[in-house]
């Protein structure tokens, strides 16, 4: 069965610094794997995806993921926070039309 | 420009009492979800459809029931609510295959 589990469940981060999030899944053939995020009150967005190919990964307002196979990770990335990127993140795995989503990761920025 | 559209946002029910959330997309695609989401829990499916007529449970279908009688429309049904069903429930719809999947904004569900 696919799951997926972000061990970190609120980060505090400082306007301007980087910002990580772990993401690691349980999947038993090649992941499909995507972050998305919410804002509060909204729907979620999708941030970026992996398929296959070039194990980094761009997305949209600067983030970045990496794929590890031999850690089951991918990890998100952002190199200088906004205070906008305040959010619930999630990563998610699956394949076909089924996706597994972890339980998310709250990021609070402070000025 | 509208995407994915979920309608009521916010509810408000006594136990025992039904209700139907409607979702509407225009993007034309084949598949659609209802999530619900709770805290510390993320997203977890409760049905979902392949496809115009067809409907299949997820992980959490029971207490619920779906309808896909139109192709952009999935509605999300409770016969006799029960506070264990308050929740944020989100729609989605997708093409399948790649799995990306484009959310509404969410209804929010309070069961007294």
């Known amino acids: 069965a696919q799951s997926v589990t972000q061990p970190d469940i609120h980060i505090t981060v400082s306007e301007g610094a980087s910002l990580e999030l772990r993401c690691n899944y349980s999947?038993?053939?090649?992941?499909?794997l995507f972050w998305y995020v919410q804002s509060p009150g909204q729907g979620l967005q999708l941030l970026l995806k992996?398929?296959?190919?070039?194990?980094l990964v761009q997305g949209i307002k600067g983030f970045e993921a990496e794929f590890k196979r031999s850690q089951s990770s991918f990890n998100l990335r952002k190199p200088s926070v906004h205070w906008s990127d305040a959010a619930e993140y999630f990563c998610?795995?699956?394949?076909?039309?089924?996706?597994?989503f972890g339980a998310g990761t709250t990021v609070t920025v402070r000025a | 420009n509208a995407g994915v559209t979920q309608t009521p946002k916010f509810r408000v029910l006594k136990t025992g009492q039904s209700m139907t959330l409607l979702c509407a997309q225009d993007?034309?695609?084949?598949?659609m979800y209802w999530y619900r989401q709770d805290p510390g829990m993320g997203l977890r499916l409760i049905h979902y459809?392949?496809?115009?007529?067809?409907?299949a449970k997820g992980e959490v279908p029971d207490g619920y029931n779906v309808s896909r009688l139109k192709k952009q429309n999935f509605l999300l049904g409770l016969e006799s609510a029960a506070p264990s069903q308050t929740s944020v429930y989100f729609c989605?719809?997708?093409?399948?295959?790649?799995?990306?999947?484009?959310f509404g904004e969410g209804s929010r569900l309070t069961v007294l």
């Open positions: 989605a719809s997708g093409n399948g295959g790649t799995g990306e999947l484009f």
């Open positions: 999947y038993g053939a090649t992941p499909y």
């Open positions: 992996y398929f296959s190919g070039d194990t």
């Open positions: 998610a795995v699956g394949a076909g039309y089924k996706l597994s």
């Open positions: 993007m034309n695609h084949e598949y």
């Open positions: 459809s392949v496809g115009e007529g067809t409907t």
